[in-house]
């Protein structure tokens, strides 16, 4: 498998979800989502179970640029899986607009010792970790698919890292599980 995923533009989106759904909608994205987006440019980064909130799904996805990431979002949302899909999908919501778009400072890198925790840092720099495995800043460049909002007007640093022992949950910090399919595991 690939040691490196290079993106120009990355998605950091945070999903609350109805009591007892989070599962739902992970099996359902797995099953039909990951493949129709990558096939039309994206790149789906992570997906991650929050380890302090059972309703929260989050995930990373990335695009080669601002422009691609409009070329990619109008062919999938527009698209016959979306159609087939959206309803299920959802339907496990309670809000999908929690999204920071980023710019990479580097490439992804897989972690070195998989299966534990990934953290997620927000904050107004960056911050070391036993292992970071990308770091990113916020895209000021407007929203090219405002159909889905993004936090606007916002300067942030995020560090995404692989933990030895896990921090305690603070504001700043998501502690994340890796799904099954997510590439950052």
Same mark, same amino acid.
């Given at each position: @498998?690939?040691?490196?995923? $290079?993106?120009?533009?990355?998605?950091? #989106?945070? +999903? =609350?979800?109805?009591?007892?759904?989070?599962?739902?909608? /992970?099996?359902?994205?797995?099953?039909?989502?990951?493949?129709?987006?990558?096939?039309?440019? @994206?790149? /789906? /980064?992570?997906?991650?179970?929050?380890?302090?909130?059972?309703?929260?799904?989050? $995930?990373?996805?990335?695009?080669?640029? @601002?422009?691609?990431?409009?070329?990619?979002?109008?062919?999938? +949302? !527009?698209?016959?899986? $979306?159609?087939? !899909?959206?309803?299920?999908? &959802?339907?496990? =919501?309670?809000?999908?607009?929690?999204?920071?778009?980023?710019?990479?400072?580097?490439?992804?890198? #897989?972690?070195?010792?998989?299966?534990?925790?990934?953290?997620?840092?927000?904050?107004? #720099?960056?911050?070391?970790?036993?292992?970071?495995?990308?770091?990113?800043?916020?895209? !000021?460049?407007?929203?090219?698919?405002?159909?889905?909002?993004?936090?606007? &007007?916002?300067?942030?640093?995020?560090?995404?890292?692989?933990?030895? &022992?896990?921090?305690?949950?603070?504001?700043?910090?998501?502690?994340?599980?890796?799904?099954?399919?997510? $590439?950052?595991?």
């Amino acid at each position: @498998m690939t040691e490196q995923v $290079w993106c120009g533009v990355v998605e950091l #989106r945070q +999903y =609350m979800l109805k009591p007892g759904q989070r599962d739902v909608l /992970i099996e359902l994205f797995e099953r039909e989502l990951v493949e129709p987006q990558e096939a039309l440019g @994206m790149r /789906i /980064i992570g997906t991650f179970r929050d380890l302090d909130d059972p309703d929260r799904f989050v $995930w990373l996805r990335g695009f080669a640029d @601002m422009a691609a990431r409009h070329a990619s979002l109008t062919g999938f +949302y !527009h698209g016959p899986v $979306w159609a087939e !899909h959206r309803e299920a999908a &959802n339907a496990t =919501m309670v809000d999908s607009d929690d999204v920071l778009l980023l710019r990479p400072c580097g490439p992804f890198t #897989r972690p070195k010792t998989p299966g534990k925790p990934v953290t997620v840092t927000v904050s107004d #720099r960056h911050v070391t970790g036993s292992q970071v495995v990308a770091t990113l800043r916020s895209e !000021h460049a407007p929203n090219t698919f405002p159909a889905l909002p993004v936090r606007e &007007n916002e300067d942030v640093a995020v560090t995404v890292a692989v933990q030895d &022992n896990s921090p305690e949950p603070s504001p700043e910090t998501l502690r994340l599980e890796p799904t099954a399919r997510s $590439w950052l595991r």
